[in-house]
């Protein structure tokens, strides 16, 4: 399995980004995708995820971020409105077996099983 992030980069509060990840080696609509964070010296934490029932977001980003999928192409997407500089994060793209992530709870990390490198989100004041 790959997975590989795109999209990151530096911007002012208050603009946006979209982030992007492919996902190769797996049948993407077997499982469950999900964008997580991790700020310096923080532990990482579920952002938005997606599952074949919806979808779930983070309090912090609900209403400023929308993640979807294209199944076709294997993407993944994260449109992040409104950034704010709490959201500077290494913005990170995993996929999970669906059991394993409802069981742990599917905003945690540890039902994921595939992740990325990362991608960089600064947001400036």
């Known amino acids: 399995v790959q997975v590989a992030e795109s999209g990151g980069g530096l911007v002012q509060a208050g603009g946006s980004l979209r982030l992007s990840c492919t996902i190769s080696?797996?049948?993407?609509?077997?499982?469950?995708m999900g964008w997580f964070r991790q700020a310096t010296g923080q532990a990482r934490e579920g952002v938005a995820v997606i599952t074949w029932s919806g979808t779930k977001y983070a309090d912090p980003v609900k209403g400023r971020f929308t993640i979807t999928r294209d199944s076709a192409k294997n993407t993944l997407y994260l449109q992040m409105n409104g950034l704010k500089p709490e959201d500077t994060a290494m913005y990170y793209c995993?996929?999970?077996?669906?059991?394993?992530?409802?069981?742990?709870?599917?905003?945690?990390?540890?039902?994921?099983?595939?992740w990325g490198q990362g991608t960089q989100v600064t947001v400036s004041p």
């Open positions: 995993a996929a999970g077996p669906t059991t394993a992530t409802l069981i742990v709870g599917p905003l945690r990390p540890a039902g994921y099983s595939d």
């Open positions: 080696g797996l049948t993407f609509d077997d499982y469950v």
